[in-house]
């Protein structure tokens, strides 16, 4: 009962803000906390989607960060990150931020240095490097699925916008664009669940689904 009261006294006399941190989820033992996903939303380059709530936004920052943990325990070992792989990313950040004075004011809010924010952000670093080198396909989509798109996609969303549809062949390009883009996401999807499903992982958060 005493040292209770002296805990409490001690955490009252001490100066500033007393950040309160929370265990979000874990992979295996590797923890993920609330800070860390605090830390990602204002650094990282993810935005909420159209309609996207709060909560699920949250939600979604939370199984990213599972992610590139999983990738870390699966190719941590494997894999040497250089300078270059760490400027990769950090341009992106840089370009959020807006300026690397803005960037250092960020990592002040966070009570962060130079070394802190490295190491906050390697685990993406390596996820991206993970990708570059091990996610490698060469997606081909057939003309008969880009003109199905056309017909019953494109066509229709012209029309009930009332706008005056292009031709085919100038489309065809952009269509095939978007229609790679959702193949490719859509198989690593696949490839990432398959790893993640050799860890164990908790989330400790309740999910709003």
Request: one cysteine or more.
């Amino acid at each position: 009962m005493i040292a209770k009261a002296l805990l409490c006294l001690f955490i009252l006399l001490q100066p500033g803000p007393i950040l309160v941190d929370k265990i979000a989820a874990t992979v295996n033992e590797e923890i993920i906390t609330i800070h860390d996903i605090e830390r990602a939303i204002a650094f990282f380059p993810m935005l909420r989607q159209n309609k996207e709530s709060e909560e699920n936004f949250y939600f979604r920052i939370l199984g990213d960060l599972i992610t590139y943990k999983t990738i870390a325990l699966e190719f941590g070992d494997e894999f040497n990150l250089s300078e270059e792989d760490f400027e990769l990313v950090q341009r992106q950040i840089l370009k959020k931020a807006g300026s690397l004075e803005k960037l250092l004011a960020m990592l002040n809010n966070f009570a962060m240095n130079w070394s802190d924010f490295e190491e906050f952000i390697r685990e993406k670093v390596l996820y991206e490097k993970v990708l570059r080198e091990k996610f490698q396909i060469e997606i081909t989509i057939p003309f008969n699925e880009i003109e199905e798109f056309f017909n019953q996609e494109y066509l229709p969303s012209q029309k009930q916008l009332g706008l005056e549809p292009r031709i085919l062949v100038e489309m065809a390009p952009g269509i095939e664009k978007y229609l790679r883009k959702l193949r490719t996401e859509k198989q690593l999807s696949a490839w990432l669940n398959d790893i993640r499903s050799s860890y164990k992982i908790e989330t400790k958060l309740r999910s709003p689904q």
